[in-house]
């Protein structure tokens, strides 16, 4: 996981909500839609890097695996 990402999110994230915001106090969609987009986007990116995260700890369960037959052909 890149906690560089994350933050990355979670910063487009509140920059989303205060848009939001904006738009819903002064009454525009267009804000409104903006700040919507920037959330969903942050979303996106944070499922991202549980993807990521889910692949490389499956990666890492195989090669354990792997290694562990390997030893186990040796004996």
């Known amino acids: 996981m890149s906690l560089q990402e ?3 999110a979670a910063a ?3 920059e989303g909500k205060i848009e939001e915001a904006v738009g819903n106090i002064t009454g525009d ?3 409104q839609a903006e700040g919507k987009a ?4 942050a979303n996106v990116r944070n499922a991202s890097e549980d993807v990521k995260d889910k692949a490389k700890d499956v990666a890492d369960a195989v090669k354990d695996k792997a290694k ?3 030893d186990a052909l040796k004996k």
Do not use: I, L
Not at 38 to 41: A, G, I, S
């Open 38 to 41: 920037k959330q969903v986007e």
């Open 29 to 31: 969609t267009d804000k």
């Open 6 to 8: 994350r933050a990355k």
């Open 12 to 14: 487009k994230n509140v």
């Open 68 to 70: 562990d037959v390997a």
